[in-house]
């Protein structure tokens, strides 16, 4: 089974920084790797799929980016709004995994 | 709109079984892959088991395999989730996804449906 390890699972930023988040998988996934955002009693919300395409509606800050083993998620200048806890997604048609979450903290 | 509303959830004691909804609107329903994604207190998410759109292939994460069966009424927009020999572990709060056309992932979520297992 393949594994994916995200990284840090903790980060502390301040309003208007840039956070890179990491996943990382335990062999080659090709770009089948989405990312998503989880508020607080709210389901998880997608932002990127296919490693590096934005979804409809999700602000241009967030890119995806990466290939075979190594994927990031960078938000560009984090505002109030993208405080929460990120995970990504190896999704294929048979089996799915998520990442362990990175929680994005105000410093 | 799209709309997944789970339901079904509860207490159950260890060993009992209990079964998910999942009620889908504002979509062709038969034409979506969905899955049913689990979220244990204070943890991460795992994914559980998926569906093909026609309900002819079904897919199982390892930790339910055998105790857990995924099915579908396309006439009726509806998804299940029937679990069998429920343990501590199976406790979260369960969520039905929705695949993304292309099979990019989820990106349609119900609010999901608590299921504790405990005597």
């Known amino acids: 089974d393949i594994q994916m390890t995200q990284s840090p699972s903790t980060l502390s930023a301040s309003v208007g920084d840039r956070v890179t988040i990491t996943c990382r998988a335990s062999q080659s996934i090709s770009s089948w790797l989405a990312w998503y955002q989880q508020k607080p009693g709210k389901a998880p919300k997608l932002l990127i799929y296919?490693?590096?395409s934005l979804e409809s509606g999700v602000p241009s800050r967030f890119s995806g980016s990466g290939s075979g083993t190594e994927f990031t998620l960078t938000i560009n200048s984090l505002q109030p709004d993208d405080f929460a806890t990120y995970y990504c997604?190896?999704?294929?048609?048979?089996?799915?995994?998520f990442g362990g979450g990175t929680k994005v903290e105000i410093k | 709109e799209v709309q997944l509303l789970e339901s079904g959830g509860g207490l159950v004691q260890p060993g009992g079984s209990l079964r998910l909804s999942c009620a889908a609107s504002g979509l062709t329903f038969s034409s979506h892959a969905m899955s049913w994604v689990r979220q244990a207190p204070g943890k991460g998410l795992e994914w559980v088991s998926a569906?093909?759109?026609?309900?002819?292939?079904?897919y199982y994460a390892d930790s339910v395999k055998g105790r857990f069966t995924i099915s579908r009424d396309n006439s009726r927009n509806t998804l299940y989730l029937q679990m069998n020999s429920l343990r501590a572990e199976d406790t979260a709060l369960y969520y039905c996804a929705k695949d993304r056309v292309g099979g990019d992932g989820f990106d349609m979520w119900g609010q999901g449906t608590m299921v504790t297992v405990s005597s």
């Open positions: 997604l190896h999704y294929n048609s048979y089996s799915n995994t």
């Open positions: 296919k490693a590096s």
């Open positions: 569906i093909s759109g026609s309900g002819g292939s079904t």
